[in-house]
T-cell receptor, first 115, second 113 residues
Framework: AQKITQTQPGMFVQEKEAVTLDCTYDTSDPSYGLFWYKQPSSGEMIFLIYQGSYDQQNATEGRYSLNFQKARKSANLVISASQLGDSAMYFCAPSPQSNTGKLIFGQGTTLQVKP | DSGVTQTPKHLITATGQRVTLRCSPRSGDLSVYWYQQSLDQGLQFLIQYYNGEERAKGNILERFSAQQFPDLHSELNLSSLELGDSALYFC????????????FGNGTRLTVT
């Protein structure tokens, strides 16, 4: 079974600082994608960023970027210039190409941004 | 707005009852997924449909069933409800192509009393 590890159950960051949320995964599939989602306290699941395992460059999307280390099976989310609205739960989800498209999520990391 | 519509937003029912959750996917998306989120189990994949056919099954109980209709909307049926079924149920949709993100609805909050 696919294993996803988000080792930081809870994190704090000062407003305007950068923060890194860790994610490691275990897949034997050579081709896969890696998704990150945000779940604010209101409950909705918001897609943030995607990285393909064969992409040459790390994905970026506005203030979000991925520190993707394929050999280590690690895809850490970096949020730059944190804002109060970034306070939320963050989930990573690897998606092997053989997986029909469904996502299996990690346990998540709760991020709180302090003013 | 993700474009995925789930109804109802909230549902309160008693143990032993049966409920139906409804989902309309984003326009053009062929694949529908159902997830259950509870405090103790986290976000669990239940089942996936693609263009009306079941494509993948996760930790879905036998008391639960789902289907996707020709117009691509989907329903999740939960029967013989137990207190432990209280959770947030999400529907998501995608194009069903590798690398396509899932777009989630706002969820149905089910409370079983």
């Amino acid at each position: 079974a696919q294993k996803i590890t988000q080792t930081q159950p809870g994190m704090f960051v000062q407003e305007k600082e950068a923060v890194t949320l860790d994610c490691t995964y275990d897949t034997s599939d050579p081709s896969y994608g890696l998704f990150w989602y945000k779940q604010p306290s209101s409950g909705e699941m918001i897609f943030l960023i995607y990285q393909g395992s064969y992409d040459q460059q790390n994905a970026t999307e506005g203030r979000y970027s991925l520190n993707f280390q394929k050999a280590r099976k690690s895809a850490n989310l970096v949020i730059s210039a944190s804002q109060l609205g970034d306070s939320a739960m963050y989930f990573c989800a690897p998606s092997p190409q053989s997986n029909t498209g469904k996502l299996i999520f990690g346990q998540g990391t709760t991020l709180q941004v302090k003013p | 707005d993700s474009g995925v519509t789930q109804t109802p937003k909230h549902l309160i029912t008693a143990t032993g009852q049966r409920v139906t959750l409804r989902c309309s996917p984003r326009s053009g998306d062929l694949s529908v997924y159902w997830y259950q989120q509870s405090l103790d189990q986290g976000l669990q994949f239940l089942i996936q449909y693609y263009n009306g056919e079941e494509r993948a099954k996760g930790n879905i109980l036998e008391r639960f069933s789902a289907q996707q209709f020709p117009d691509l909307h989907s329903e999740l049926n939960l029967s013989s409800l137990e207190l432990g079924d209280s959770a947030l149920y999400f529907c998501a949709s995608s194009a069903g192509v590798f690398g396509s993100p899932l777009h989630f609805g706002n969820g149905t909050r089910l409370t079983v009393t």
